[in-house]
């Protein structure tokens, strides 16, 4: 995976604006990495972004063949979870850690300490959905108990952050229950880890939590950023109306963020395998449909430690302002979508009235377009992976784009244009040559053709 990869040299947006470009890097893969984790075929079953997959009814015959011990074990686990589900909502350390294997102390320390990070995050509802009809296969982890054990097929946390999550949030995990002479017990949540059905991790497992507050915003992040957090508060609070300005006022204009110590630990929270080295910034959500209408839940803004501090002031702002349109529009961004729509339109609004020239934002699209590189066709998906070497341009092509949209069709017609393509029932192909016809009035090659003369007259 790329977070385990060897060092890379310095990405060259970074150099440039290392060199005092007054803005330049938004390389931020973001919206498009939740996308396709969404609608890729899961290699695992547990990843913390994937699609709220419907949960598959408990097998009739299993229940048919269901025996005493069973049906007792059953019975147990669900007391269990039902009281693990009060000591969390309570605060009750010991209710909950009376539900952790009373053999295992090392286990339970470290479920001491996640539970008192977690009591920092404001809930307003923790719950835990099981399948109890289907368990995995034990791993040689999983039978190392000397007792009975049963690690479930399905499972999940499903949790809402008071005042900002209207629908609760679900974290895949893969536990493993045993029974002692006392009962059962949850005893481990990663022996299932080498056999590729790791749990996936909230931002409270990596150590002691902060929260902070702005006006329609909640900060999470660890003590040793307080700093950070409230700079980082303050910043999405001022985004906030920028994006309102352009979107209008139908999303919700509050927003989590999630600040991790280290780049590691945002590719663990996001369960993201992407090279994360030249992202400043991503958000992520579940994502369930396409093409049609998008169920989003969950979606968080969180930040790159390792990127973030080499931006500049006007930098920040404009990545921040980007990703908050990702929030905005997520309700109406299905994850068939053209990438270069979502990103060149969270471009769009990030830039917005800053007064930074085109060629300085475009720099390495309009080096090409100088040297007679002009791009054939619009940015492909790919171009906007992490670890793209047109990385860059992929961004600087979407956003002239949909500046080239709203100079047709004006602003409120561009917006028009994503919601269209964004919620359409028809394939991708059609919904945007529909767009494209009915607000644009030109044809897809049309407006490739019109694309193309764009770059040059405004990049060359
Ligand atoms: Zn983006």
């Not at 590729?196 to 409270?204: K, R, T």
């Not at 092509?397 to 949909?402: I, K």
């Not at 409120?412 to 029932?425: A, D, I, K």
């Not at 407006?447 to 990049?459: D, V």
Request: glycine content about 6%.
């Amino acid at each position: 995976m790329a977070r385990t990869a060897a060092r890379r040299p310095f990405p060259r947006r970074y150099g440039a604006l290392l060199a005092a470009v007054p803005v330049v890097a938004v390389g931020l893969a973001d919206v498009t990495i939740a996308l396709r984790t969404a609608t890729s075929p899961a290699p695992r079953l547990h990843r913390a972004v994937a699609a709220a997959a419907p949960t598959p009814a408990p097998s009739a015959n299993a229940r048919f063949t269901l025996n005493d011990a069973e049906t007792k074990r059953n019975a147990a686990l669900r007391d269990l979870l039902a009281r693990r589900r009060q000591a969390v909502l309570h605060h009750d350390v010991n209710a909950f850690l009376a539900t952790d294997d009373p053999a295992q102390p090392r286990f339970r320390a470290q479920q001491r300490r996640e539970f008192e990070a977690l009591s920092a995050v404001p809930l307003a509802s923790w719950d835990y959905d099981i399948d109890l009809g289907i368990g995995l296969p034990l791993t040689p982890q999983a039978q190392r108990y000397r007792a009975p054990v049963f690690a479930p097929a399905q499972f999940d946390i499903r949790y809402a952050i008071k005042g900002f999550d209207d629908k609760p949030t679900s974290l895949s995990q893969t536990p493993t229950f045993v029974a002692r002479a006392s009962g059962w017990y949850v005893a481990s949540f990663d022996d299932f880890a080498k056999a590729g059905n790791p749990s996936s991790p909230g931002i409270w497992d990596f150590g002691p939590l902060r929260i902070a507050r702005a006006h329609g915003v909640l900060v999470i992040g660890h003590p040793q950023s307080a700093t950070l957090l409230r700079q980082v508060a303050e910043l999405a609070a001022e985004s906030i109306p920028k994006v309102t300005a352009v979107w209008g006022r139908h999303w919700s204009r509050t927003v989590v963020v999630l600040v991790p110590s280290t780049q590691r630990e945002l590719g663990d929270i996001v369960d993201d395998a992407e090279d994360l080295d030249q992202i400043a910034a991503l958000t992520s959500a579940e994502v369930t449909s396409c093409p049609g209408a998008p169920n989003p839940v969950g979606a968080r803004i969180a930040i790159n430690p390792r990127n973030w501090p080499t931006l500049s002031p006007l930098g920040r702002r404009i990545v921040m302002t980007h990703e908050l349109t990702h929030i905005a529009t997520r309700a109406e961004t299905n994850s068939c979508m053209p990438t270069w729509l979502i990103e060149g339109f969270a471009d769009y609004v990030g830039y917005g009235q800053a007064s930074v020239p085109v060629r300085t934002i475009a720099s390495e699209l309009a080096a090409d377009v100088q040297a007679g590189r002009v791009p054939k066709s619009l940015p492909a998906a790919a171009d906007f992976d992490g670890d793209s070497k047109r990385l860059a341009q992929a961004y600087e092509g979407g956003l002239l784009a949909c500046r080239l949209i709203a100079s047709i069709a004006g602003e409120r017609g561009l917006v028009r244009f994503y919601t269209e393509v964004g919620t359409s029932p028809a394939s991708p192909a059609r919904a945007l040559a529909s767009a494209m016809r009915t607000i644009l009035h030109l044809t897809p090659a049309q407006f490739t053709a019109r694309w193309r003369q764009y770059l040059r007259s405004q990049l060359s």
